[in-house]
């Protein structure tokens, strides 16, 4: 079984209201725009982290963390991206790597909007945290909770904190 912690889009910020879901988590995953490396150092005060770089990230973070992602978890294949899109509107780049590695969970973040949605075409779970930073069009800051014990992705919670 594991706690993971699901972020993405801070943009050079990280709230410290956000410090007490960052607690009693196994990994924090972070789905891009992450700022600046000071983040990366915060969140590692927590828990073992897994990012991606996103479309705001300078060269420090873009040599530290790849534009895509692909790992098993327990028994889950997980795909993480910045830019991907949502079911149905994938760009072909994203449909392109979804049909190559075939996750169970797909994730992403870029559009600062919060969406769980299961994707019938390619049989995953599409999950888009929103975003935590003070920059961007969101007007509540959004993360995702979850417990991925062997094949199952459950206990999913929705924080969300005023701007």
């Known amino acids: 079984m594991k706690r993971i912690t699901l972020i ?4 050079h910020s990280l709230d410290k209201r956000l410090h007490k879901y960052f607690k009693n988590t196994d990994e924090i995953w972070h789905a891009g725009d992450i700022g600046s490396y000071d983040i990366i150092d915060k969140l590692k ?3 073992p982290i897994k990012a991606v770089s996103g479309n705001i990230d300078n060269y420090i973070i873009t040599r530290a963390f790849n534009k895509n992602l692909v790992f098993k ?19 072909k780049k994203i449909r392109d790597l979804i049909e190559k590695t075939r996750p169970d969970l797909f994730i992403c973040g870029h559009s600062h ?9 390619y049989k995953l ?3 888009n945290p929103g975003a935590v930073g003070d920059y961007g069009i969101h007007k509540v800051k959004t993360l995702l909770r979850f ?17």
């Open 8 to 11: 993405s889009d801070t943009h």
């Open 45 to 47: 005060k927590f828990a």
């Open 73 to 91: 978890i327990e028994k889950i294949k997980v795909l993480i991206t910045h830019i991907g899109g949502y079911p149905g509107k994938y760009p």
């Open 113 to 121: 909007i919060l969406k769980v949605i299961y994707d019938k075409q």
């Open 125 to 127: 779970l599409h999950m």
């Open 147 to 163: 417990v991925i014990e062997d094949k199952n992705i459950k206990n999913l919670e929705v924080i969300e904190l005023s701007k």
